[in-house]
């Protein structure tokens, strides 16, 4: 890049900088927001379905246990 010490050039320069900083900062935010809501998504909607899963799973172990299951409850 040539050394322009125009104003025009300058202005330009720093048009350049901070519009590459703002689309910088909006795909940022967007991977960020992305990221929340799949993480609040999995939090609220899937995880207290496998934990559900996973205790009807255990009382079902605990009241029909298998011959070779030694480790329930």
Do not use: C, E, Q
Request: net charge positive.
């Amino acid at each position: 890049m040539p050394n322009d010490s125009s104003p025009a050039g300058k202005l330009l320069t720093w048009f350049v900088v901070i519009l590459l900083a703002v689309v910088a900062f909006k795909v940022a935010t967007m991977l960020l927001g992305t990221l929340l809501g799949l993480s609040l998504y999995l939090l609220f909607n899937i995880v207290p379905i496998i934990i559900a899963v996973w205790l009807l799973m255990r009382v079902w172990r605990y009241f029909f246990p298998r011959h070779d299951d030694f480790d329930h409850a």
